[in-house]
T-cell receptor, first 112, second 117 residues
Framework: GEDVEQSLFLSVREGDSSVINCTYT??????LYWYKQEPGAGLQLLTY?????DMKQDQRLTVLLNKKDKHLSLRIADTQTGDSAIYFC????????????FGQGTELSVKP | KAGVTQTPRYLIKTRGQQVTLSCSPI?????VSWYQQTPGQGLQFLFE???????NKGNFPGRFSGRQFSNSRSEMNVSTLELGDSALYLC????????????????FGDGTRLSIL
């Protein structure tokens, strides 16, 4: 089946690292994505990783993929108050075109 | 380069009416997908269009329909509106048919917030 799970809340101090975790069920997924949603806005693509990669780094963002455990994580280094938002993990199941399966979203709260 | 544009941003309708939402993809993008976002169900896939053809459809009733025009712009229509249709409707575009072009992820618009009274 298709299911993506995320923890609902994460609170960190400004300047700390944040780690948002996600588990998925469809091992055939080709790409896995992280999107950010701020209040009143749509989804902003943060980064994505191809399923044959273990890690991808993009400035303050590091994505780790453990395909055996179907576990994906997003690490945000030096977290800022502007990073406060909801973060969604999504998988792209093989052979289902552009359909994305999203997790429930993790609300990140950054305290000064 | 302009992003994905959705109109209108906000819409208020009453039960039983019908509504049409519009989405203009990023220039050069030919694939458009639609999603419904609600607090209870989260983000759910509605349908995907590429070159005016529906490629995939989510698990929604037939009251939800869509189409894509030759310029890649897309519309979705919801008929006989119900209270449960109140949601943020998001459109996403990508260069090629979703999932077939490497490194061509979907980019989302800011959505249309539909409220049903």
């Amino acid at each position: 089946g298709e299911d993506v799970e995320q923890s609902l809340f994460l609170s960190v101090r400004e300047g700390d690292s944040s780690v948002i975790n996600c588990t998925y069920t469809d091992s055939s997924s080709t790409y896995l994505y992280w999107y950010k949603q701020e209040p009143g806005a749509g989804l902003q693509l943060l980064t994505y990783i191809f399923s044959n990669m273990d890690m991808k780094q993009d400035q303050r963002l590091t994505v780790l993929l453990n395909k055996k455990d179907k576990h994906l994580s997003l690490r945000i280094a030096d977290t800022q108050t502007g990073d406060s938002a909801i973060y969604f993990c999504a998988e792209s199941p093989y052979n289902q075109g552009g359909k994305l399966i999203f997790g429930q979203g993790t609300e990140l709260s950054v305290k000064p | 380069k302009a992003g994905v544009t959705q109109t209108p941003r906000y819409l208020i309708k009453t039960r039983g009416q019908q509504v049409t939402l519009s989405c203009s993809p990023i220039s050069g993008h030919r694939s458009v997908s639609w999603y419904q976002q609600t607090p209870g169900q989260g983000l759910q896939f509605l349908f995907e269009y590429f070159s005016e053809t529906q490629r995939n459809k989510g698990n929604f009733p037939g009251r939800f329909s869509g189409r894509q025009f030759s310029n890649s712009r897309s519309e979705m229509n919801v008929s006989t509106l119900e209270l449960g249709d109140s949601a943020l409707y998001l459109c996403a575009s990508s260069y090629g048919p979703g999932g077939t072009v490497p490194d061509q992820p979907q980019h989302f618009g800011d959505g249309t917030r539909l409220s049903i009274l």
